[in-house]
């Protein structure tokens, strides 16, 4: 099955702690983005990858961190910099500079600070 | 600056009625637009897109979108509403092709 993993679909942190959120594709798609859904707020652009070994800030870039090491890898981690992470966060990917290419998304992680 | 907007927060119809959900862009330049779908604790779901060409666009799910360059709008609809169709929809803008921006979303409420 082509598409989009993200794990886990439920996450759970403690303040202070940092979390990964992984996110995985088999499209062999050269970029990839992640946001952060709260709700009446839609989607909010946090990080995007073009290619392997760079990424450039979103919107709300403070707090996160990224890497890209692999084209089908761009997992996403939370600092405890940002300070208030609850949110559902999405990764999609796309193919590489096509405009007219339509974005996947994966099914979703939802974290929750306890 | 680029941007998208959904003036409506919410929309309901009745089913077997006309839905529209309505966005609208700021862009310099020719403008790309999107609609996507999302159902409860889902990821989206890709409906249809603008390009170029023809200003009303055929999708998934007997959608379409009518780009109205005057009136910086790409307003989706479906001539015939399905209770199924409720869902959280969002506006999409490709920003300079570097990623996607959308909208704040519009909750479409179908009522049998």
């Known amino acids: 099955d082509g598409g989009i993993t993200q794990s886990p679909k439920y996450l759970f942190r403690k303040e202070g702690q940092n979390v990964t959120l992984s996110c995985e594709q088999n499209l062999n798609h050269d970029a990839m983005y992640w946001y952060r859904q709260d709700p009446g707020q839609g989607l909010r652009l946090i990080y995007y990858s073009q290619i392997v070994n760079d990424f450039q800030k979103g919107d709300i870039a403070e707090g996160y961190s990224v890497s890209r090491e692999k084209k089908e890898s761009f997992p996403l981690t939370v600092t405890s910099a940002q300070k208030n992470p609850t949110a559902f966060y999405l990764c999609a990917s796309s193919i590489f500079g096509g405009r007219d290419t339509e974005a996947f998304f994966g099914q979703g992680t939802r974290l929750t600070v306890v | ?112």
């Open chain 2, 1 to 112: 600056a680029q941007s998208v907007a959904q003036p409506e927060d919410q929309v309901n119809v009745a089913e077997g009625n006309p839905l529209t959900v309505k966005c609208t862009y700021s862009v310099s330049g020719n403008p790309y637009l999107f609609w996507y779908v999302q159902y409860p604790n889902r990821g989206l779901q890709f409906l249809l897109k603008y390009i170029t060409g023809d200003n009303l666009v055929k999708g998934s799910y007997g959608f379409e979108a009518e780009f109205n360059k005057s009136q910086t709008s790409f307003h989706l609809k479906k001539p015939s509403a399905l209770v199924s169709d409720s869902a959280l929809y969002f506006c999409g803008l490709d920003q300079a092709g570097t990623a996607l921006i959308f909208g704040k979303g519009t909750t479409l409420s179908v009522s049998s």
